[in-house]
């Protein structure tokens, strides 16, 4: 059950249906539990090397973390885990306190739902309009009509292209279609804004408005994971970062100069 009414800067997640109901509201409910929760998690897409190794990580509902490190290292595997476009080989992922290994197919868009998703090429249809971009995301919860252009119109403000929703996406720049896709993302407020090199496919000063505008929606009280390795951005804002290096999850908590130090000597050591 979506709750299309509540208020936009809601940091609520919405006990959707079977997914939050029962257990979790005699433990305190969902909104008592860290967001993510991902204990000894291993990922196998080839036998004998784990894309993923022993990765553990907690977030907190409210905070920004970069998930950061070297192409192939696992930033996206991650992510995908968390979206369960991909299933755990071992360990387990918790998302406001549920195992998401044990949620049924039938109740994956109960997850879904209270996550929006963000990649680096958009994935926005082209030939739709910006406002059915968005919409689409609401239709699939059946929100009403009227709601819904509301909700559309206050999503589009969000990113900075108010009354734009009548043009095709395709004519749009790259920046701007990448704000349909934010807002694409975050018109069902979601309690988890998952990123994939969203600015991947930007110039530097559009990275640097999209990311700002990442923040700007952590600040009305979504958590966000962003994967980058783009090291401007990652030194321009001072958040939680996390390193993934060969499928290892290292907690970078000096910043990025203990992170650079870390990666420069597995590079002079070789370690794996
Ligand atoms: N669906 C898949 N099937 C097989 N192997 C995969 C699959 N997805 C990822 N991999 C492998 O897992 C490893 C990690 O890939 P992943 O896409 O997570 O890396 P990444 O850190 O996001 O890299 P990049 O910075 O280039 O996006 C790679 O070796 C990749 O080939
Ligand atoms: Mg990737």
């Known amino acids: 059950m979506a709750n299309p009414a509540s208020g936009r800067k809601s940091n609520v997640v919405r006990p959707s249906a079977a997914y939050f109901r029962s257990k979790q509201r005699d433990e305190g409910g969902p909104t008592s539990k860290p967001i993510i929760v991902m204990e000894e998690v291993y990922k196998y897409f080839r036998r004998d090397v784990p894309t993923l190794r022993n990765v553990n990580l907690t977030v907190e509902r409210g905070e920004f973390v970069f998930v950061t490190g070297p192409s192939g290292s696992g930033k996206s595997t991650l992510l995908q885990l968390i979206y369960r476009q991909h299933t755990v080989d071992g360990g387990r992922i918790l998302f406001s306190g549920r195992d998401i290994s044990r949620l049924t197919d039938a109740s994956i868009p109960f997850l879904r739902r209270n996550l929006g998703i963000v990649f680096q090429d958009f994935k926005v249809v082209p030939h739709w309009t910006a406002y059915e971009n968005i919409a689409i995301s609401l239709e699939i919860l059946g929100t009403t009509p009227r709601l819904l252009r509301s909700r559309v119109a206050d999503a589009l403000e969000r990113v900075g292209l108010a009354g734009r929703g ?107």
């Open 166 to 272: 009548s043009e095709r996406t395709e004519t749009l720049s790259g920046g701007e279609q990448q704000r349909v896709a934010i807002a694409r993302a975050i018109v069902t407020e979601p309690a988890l804004l998952l990123a994939d090199e969203p600015t991947g496919n930007l110039d530097p000063q559009l990275a640097i408005d999209i990311l700002t505008l990442f923040e700007e929606i952590h600040d009305a009280g979504t958590t966000v994971i962003f994967a980058t390795h783009d090291h401007s951005l990652l030194q321009s804002a001072p958040h939680r970062l996390v390193v993934i290096d060969e499928g290892r999850l290292i907690e970078a908590s000096q910043g990025l100069r203990a992170w650079s130090a870390r990666m420069q000597s597995l590079g002079n050591s070789h370690a794996s």
